[in-house]
């Protein structure tokens, strides 16, 4: 179920309870550069979304930058400067020359206000590895490697060195130089390598690789 969806559903509701409380769409957008050079990135982005389904994330070279869309369900008068301040967005450095990203909303508009997509930049060569919950992963450009795990989301990676990819029910396209695991636990998986491929797992779904 797709946002526009909800909040028809949501107004619908409304109406049907004699309501006149003027509901629409919010966005707002937050970003955040990382104050240090990044090597390898880290994110768990599980608990995002609006609870019925994960946030969109891409992955794109440039500086290192961060930007999360935040959408609602509000009365036209909730400020945008309250919603803004509820994202939690920051890099943080760890014990082995990681940088981890934190992203969260925790503002006075939890109830109604969630993160629908994140947009990640990194200089090319990065490492990078993604923890996803309900969400799809659309990278292409970092030309580094890439371990990404979805519970239930599809993976779309373009360009990447050495790669680890599990979905867990989603399907997997990536083009990279060799892979250790491609897994898809209820999807398909299509991939194009110019060396190796160690493991390729389809749970229900079909394998179509091309191996250099």
Excluded: K
Aim: net charge negative; glycine share 12%.
């Amino acid at each position: 179920m797709n946002h526009r969806t909800l909040t028809a559903l949501f107004g619908a509701t409304l109406l049907a309870g004699a309501c006149t409380f003027n509901v629409r769409t919010e966005a707002v957008e937050v970003s955040a550069e990382s104050p240090a050079p990044v090597e390898r990135l880290r994110a768990d982005l599980r608990g995002l979304g609006d609870g019925l389904s994960g946030v969109d994330v891409t992955l794109r070279p440039g500086p290192a930058r961060a930007t999360v869309r935040v959408a609602a369900l509000v009365n036209s008068n909730t400020p945008r400067d309250e919603i803004r301040a509820g994202v939690r967005l920051g890099w943080s450095a760890e014990r082995d020359d990681a940088t981890r990203l934190g992203v969260s909303y925790a503002g006075a508009w939890d109830e109604s206000v969630f993160i629908d997509a994140v947009s990640i930049t990194l200089p090319e060569g990065r490492a990078v590895e993604l923890t996803l919950g309900a969400s799809s992963l659309d990278g292409a450009g970092v030309r580094g490697d890439a371990r990404v795990n979805a519970d239930s989301g599809s993976i779309t990676l373009r360009d990447a060195l050495a790669v680890d990819l599990v979905a867990g029910s989603g399907s997997i396209d990536v083009q990279a130089a060799r892979a250790s695991r491609l897994e898809a636990g209820s999807g398909s998986i299509r991939a194009a390598l110019t060396g190796h491929l160690t493991a390729a797992t389809a749970g229900s779904g079909s394998i179509d690789a091309v191996v250099g």
